[in-house]
């Protein structure tokens, strides 16, 4: 709802088509994760748009695929010791995850699959079917099955067991709750309000999944890429899922482009039986190899890098929960932001940012939490700067707070 119309854009700064600039803490919903236009990105891929190569090749082979295959099993998949046929869905996220139920479901025999409680998956339907929010979820207009939800970390505060439930109910032949073929998880819910589980709790729903046979899905299309410190979410906790869902920032220019990832085991697709138009859009595969290269070829050196951005956004984010009594500050690596207790708040204090030249989004339920997503690849004087200018944005909220209150 920005009431401007934008018009060009580097790094992390907009401007509008009126001559006004912002600072983007936005990053398209984490499909820019390495800010707008990269110099390195935009010279291969104008150097292949004018050579005449292929652009649309749909399942074709080409070099643009071949390369970006070969650079992702080499930057990627081999050094992290990962083994995954890569399939290409449709350029979407949401396209990624229709994929990866559906091959759960042929692959097992078996419809239901668990989601848990806030998940946002897309908006098809089968992905909506496992997404939490109602008001998108009544949008579908018909019936959304064959799903049903569990609760993500710390749903309850920590006052039950994690998995009491779920463990009862899967070893009880009594209980009514069909054995499902998948559980599919954000390890950070980037929609729902930048829950954060914990790396003991996804072991332990990874173990849980093993151990009666239910395939993992991870949805790593907003919380992959590098956005909470490491390429693949999920690394930290140590996991391995069977299907791994990526869209958003793997071209790492803004291009449309999703990949799904399984197990070898799990490639039992028939020829064509998943297709679509555009799984083969060679400059997104031009520009997600020259991403995978300039970032993730030295990757200790990256992560290194967003290390210190995420502690510097945090420590902003601290002082940003200060200001409120009960704000607590959510999420992980630059996919972070404060959960305030008056639903409001996070609304005014963004719009107060767009005001002071800030783009700032919110999320969960009540659009209750604010949420920053700056570019991996910001630097240290634009984050101080926007953090700066987001603590004046809370004062000013804060301030129409305490008036309202008075009057
Ligand atoms: N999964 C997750 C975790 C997402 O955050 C999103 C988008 N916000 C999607 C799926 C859907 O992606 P798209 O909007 O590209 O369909």
């Known amino acids: 709802g920005w009431p401007a119309v934008f018009d060009r854009a580097s790094g992390s700064t907009m401007y509008t088509e009126d001559g006004r600039e912002y600072l983007d803490f936005f990053s398209g919903a984490g499909a820019l994760n390495y800010g707008h236009n990269h110099q390195d990105l935009l010279e291969p891929l104008l150097d292949y748009l004018r050579s005449g190569s292929i652009t649309h090749s749909m399942d074709m082979h080409t070099p643009a695929k071949r ?51 806030n998940a946002f998956h897309g908006m098809t339907l089968g992905a909506l079917a496992v997404t939490g929010n109602s008001m998108k979820r009544q949008g579908a207009g018909v019936a959304l099955t064959n799903s049903s939800k569990i609760p993500y970390d710390d749903y309850f505060d920590g006052e039950t067991t994690d998995f009491h439930w779920l463990e009862r109910v899967l070893a009880d032949s009594g209980s009514g709750v069909d054995l499902p073929a998948a559980v599919i998880v954000e390890t950070v819910q980037g929609e729902g309000g930048l829950n954060a589980a914990r790396a003991s709790w996804l072991r332990a729903l990874s173990d849980l999944c093993k151990k009666h046979d239910i395939l993992l899905i991870v949805d790593d299309v907003q919380a992959g890429c590098g956005r909470t410190g490491t390429f693949f979410s999920f690394e930290e906790a140590g996991i391995v899922p069977d299907i791994v869902c990526l869209s958003k920032s793997i071209s790492g220019y803004g291009l449309p482009m999703a990949l799904t990832l399984f197990r070898r085991e799990l490639d039992v697709w028939g020829p064509g039986e998943h297709n679509g138009t555009f799984r083969g859009s060679n400059p997104a595969f031009v520009t997600a190899t020259a991403a995978l290269k300039r970032f993730w070829s030295d990757r200790e050196n990256f992560e290194q890098q967003i290390a210190v951005r995420a502690n510097q956004l945090h420590e ?92």
Do not use: C, W
């Open 67 to 117: 390369k970006f295959l070969e650079t992702f099993r080499d930057v990627i998949l081999e050094p992290r010791g990962l083994d995954y046929k890569v399939m290409f869905p449709g350029p979407t996220g949401t396209n990624t995850v229709e994929a990866a139920l559906k091959l759960a479901r042929k692959v097992t025999g078996r419809q239901h699959v668990l989601s848990f409680t």
């Open 316 to 407: 902003g984010l601290a002082r940003v929960a200060a200001t409120t009594e009960g704000a607590v500050v959510r999420g992980r690596g630059l996919l972070a932001g404060v959960a305030f207790p008056d639903p409001s708040t996070a609304e005014k204090i963004a719009a107060a940012s767009f005001e002071r030249g800030l783009l700032v989004e919110t999320s969960g339920p009540e659009s209750e939490v604010l949420k920053l997503m700056p570019a991996l690849t910001i630097s240290t004087e634009d984050l101080a700067r926007g953090l700066d200018i987001l603590m004046e944005a809370v004062d000013a909220s804060v301030g129409e707070r305490e008036l309202t209150a008075v009057s």
